[in-house]
């Protein structure tokens, strides 16, 4: 891991949060776990097998208030009208004001805490001073210690915090507002106040005018196929499957090791360069969702597949009262022909699954610049986009295969369910869905009969096409006889009850 310090003098010490990224799209972030005189940065990474291959002034805000309803239906031809218009600029503006702090996940997580009122009130100082920072023409000079100050500096030490306290709570700021890309991952200090710093790329006023500006184009873009849409779990999975077409994962000139410039770790990887490592996916998910009105928050802890781990980032996404785990990173795939594909797998997948790949950074009581607020508790269902329709229906746009099951009411009804559906984003931009892992959690509902409706995928190194994968998360008891086309699913925890299950 790559040591990145401000120059120290004096009482004035720093901390650095420096950031890497293994091949299979886990993060590797390097903290300072000792808050010590001089300050020293460690970190110990292991590499993750497997995975996949080589892929995997104002600011933002929310634009709208979320829907109180949790209905996530469309009729077909509405549904595929707009799949087939072509995608025009939107004809409204974002409001790219920053939300206010109360709306702030960190913060109010914060204000739960031993010491939640000191800690608010310097999250607040240090908004005011990055909104002020922001708003002026201010030029950045070089500091006598070598480091690019933003301001003159946020006192903690008249509001009872130790330093740990305070470097933890501007971790949990920066957290919260990835549109203040400008504000470097590291932090320096003195015996009371707190100093933020950016990066010389970011050191003119005339520079960092510009590059808000395409921070809205980038913006608009994506509310472009997301101004029609009538629901959150519509905005988040835009949101998804836009970032999976729009941005590649950056690597140096090796391509094999992730990319250590500063713009692959925020925004500005997907504004400027349309890449970045998972910060970039995972701020730049945040920091879009927040601006179509949703909740989000991104998430830091370990992650790997084939028990490896590296340190990663995610997100967390609140959908109808309800957070789901969303990895945008792994979501971006490249196949064995070099083809970028869009895996479905990653948005809103189920708690216990999820957890068995992602480990979040738990609370510590030391605080420090790796610290991370307690976390809501994700949802055991799956989101899976999905059509609904009964014989001599309309089709129905669901959230999930679960979702699905409660809308089937009619016991002598004929019901598809098709899966991997194709959204705005990836009808427009012609891209293929990596279609495996569609699961289940609640009964099977009641018919005269039920079919799924999957997709197959053709592995070029096996020579074969292999259809995907429908499982349920325990014992699975036939209501119906069920159809299963294109898809694979496991018989072994299922009870036939008198009903068939055939496979096409």
């Known amino acids: 891991m790559k040591k990145r310090i401000v120059g120290l003098l004096a009482c004035l010490l720093a901390v650095s949060a420096t950031t890497s990224l293994s091949a299979c799209g886990g993060v590797s972030i390097g903290f300072l776990d000792s808050l010590t005189g001089g300050g020293s940065s460690e970190s110990s990474s292991s590499g993750v097998n497997g995975g996949y291959g080589q892929s995997s002034k104002e600011s933002s805000s929310k634009t ?24 025009e600029k939107p004809t409204k503006e974002i409001d790219f004001t920053p939300r206010a702090k109360e709306e702030k996940y960190g913060y109010q997580a914060l204000g739960k805490e031993e010491n ?31 480091a690019y100050l933003i301001d003159d500096g946020v006192n903690y030490s008249g509001r ?25 991952g590291e932090i320096a200090y003195s015996n009371a106040d707190l100093y933020m710093t950016t990066d010389e790329a970011y050191i003119l006023h005339t520079t960092r005018e510009t590059i808000y500006e395409k921070t809205k184009e980038f913006a608009l873009d994506c509310y472009a196929y997301a101004e029609n849409a009538t629901n959150d779990f519509e905005r988040a999975w835009i949101v998804y499957d836009y970032l999976a077409v729009t941005i590649d994962y950056a690597y140096e000139a090796n391509g094999v090791t992730p990319s250590d410039e500063t713009w692959a770790h925020d925004i500005v990887g997907s504004v400027l360069y349309k890449k970045g490592v998972c910060e970039t996916y995972a701020e730049t998910y945040a920091w879009l969702a927040e601006l179509l009105g949703l909740d989000c928050i991104v998430v830091k802890g370990v992650a790997g597949l084939n028990g490896g781990t590296e340190n990663h980032a995610w997100n967390m996404v609140e959908i109808g009262g309800v957070w789901y785990n969303v990895d945008a990173t792994w979501g971006d795939v490249i196949d064995d022909r070099g083809n970028k594909l869009v895996h479905r797998e990653w948005f809103g997948m189920g708690k216990a ?39 001599g229906g309309e089709k129905q746009l669901v959230y999930s295969i679960d979702e699905a099951f409660k809308k089937i009411t009619n016991e002598q009804g004929r019901y598809e369910i098709t899966l991997y559906i194709d959204s705005v984003v990836t009808s427009q931009a012609g ?74």
């Open 160 to 184: 009872g915090l130790t330093r740990s306290e305070a470097v933890a709570v501007w971790t949990v700021f920066r957290t919260d507002y990835p549109e203040f890309w400008w504000i470097r």
């Open 431 to 504: 891209s293929k869905l990596y279609p495996f892992g569609a699961t289940f959690t609640a009964a099977l509902p009641k018919a005269k009969s039920l079919t799924f409706i999957g997709k197959k995928v053709y592995v070029a190194g096996a020579g074969q096409y292999y259809g995907s994968d429908l499982s349920h998360t325990g014992v699975a008891t036939l209501a119906c006889n069920i159809t299963l086309k294109d898809l694979t699913f496991d018989t072994s925890n299922v009870v036939y009850n008198g009903y068939t299950l055939v496979r096409l």
């Open 64 to 87: 709208s208030s979320k829907e109180e309803s949790s209905e996530h239906t469309t009729s077909s031809d509405s549904q595929n009208s707009s799949a087939e218009q072509e995608v």
């Open 116 to 146: 939640g009122t000191a800690k608010q009130r310097l999250y607040a100082s240090l908004l005011a001073s990055a909104q002020s920072f922001w708003e002026s023409d201010k030029d950045v000079v070089k500091s006598a210690q070598g």
């Open 353 to 391: 699954e999820f957890d068995a790949s992602h480990v979040a950074t738990a609370p510590t009581p030391d605080y420090g610049i790796s610290y991370q607020v307690a976390l809501p508790t994700a949802s055991e269902t799956y989101l899976c986009p999905a059509y609904l329709q009964e014989t």
